[in-house]
């Protein structure tokens, strides 16, 4: 079955610096990769999603991107501000499959 | 914005007991799903549901579990004779249809003493 890797487990980076997290996937069936960012008790919340169709999405300050032949995807934050801080999970999917199977996290904290 | 709304948002149980969470999904949504989170770790995948029916499992699942959409709008999800180790946070997701993005609900803490 499917496992994601994720690193680092934790971060902490400058506010106004970049982030970047990175996963690898094990089964090449995977077609959608979810980003999820957990605040402390909360939901865990979609915030982007790519699929294997294309190689990278950005939505404002986030990007992610996907090497379908390393079987990597990344997430990329830009101009870090206070809220982002967060555990971030990576997650993947395949095709035929209806569960999602996450990274183990990622825990992101933005130094003010 | 719809959401996933989930009942209650924390369970407090004896060990042996049963519990049942509840959830409601997105009005429109088809698939239907539970996760479970123990602290400090991964989600995990526990269960899907389409056209009142189980569509996959995870090993997790065994027969201590079980789900049931009782009506047009809950899902439920049941378990019996709870041990310590059930003590998690349960997330219930639905999605418009197979392949579609999964939205979580705010989660019920089950906490077995």
């Known amino acids: ?112 | 914005e719809p959401e996933v709304t989930q009942t209650p948002s924390h369970q407090v149980t004896q060990m042996g007991q049963e519990v049942i969470l509840r959830c409601v999904p997105i009005s429109n949504h088809l698939y239907f799903y539970w996760y479970r989170q123990i602290l400090g770790q991964k989600v995990e995948f526990l269960v899907s549901f389409y056209n009142n029916e189980i569509s996959e499992k995870s090993e997790i699942f065994d027969d201590q579990f079980s789900v049931e959409r009782p009506d047009g709008s809950n899902f439920t999800l049941k378990i019996r004779s709870t041990k310590l180790e059930d003590s998690a946070m349960y997330f219930c997701a639905s999605s418009e249809d197979l392949g579609q993005p999964q939205h979580f609900g705010d989660g019920t803490r089950l906490s077995i003493l």
Do not use: M
């Open chain 1, 1 to 112: 079955g499917e496992n994601v890797e994720q690193h680092p487990s934790t971060l902490s980076v400058q506010e106004g610096d970049s982030a970047v997290i990175k996963c690898t996937y094990s089964d090449s069936a995977s077609n959608y990769f979810p980003w999820y960012k957990q605040e402390l008790g909360k939901r865990p919340q979609l915030i982007i999603d790519i699929r294997s169709n294309v190689g990278e999405k950005k939505d404002q300050r986030i990007a992610v991107t996907l090497n379908k032949t390393a079987k990597h995807f990344s997430l990329h934050i830009t101009e870090t501000q206070p809220e982002d801080s967060a555990v971030y999970f990576c997650a993947a999917r395949d095709s035929s499959a209806s569960k999602i199977i996450f990274g183990s996290g990622t825990r992101l904290s933005i130094r003010p």
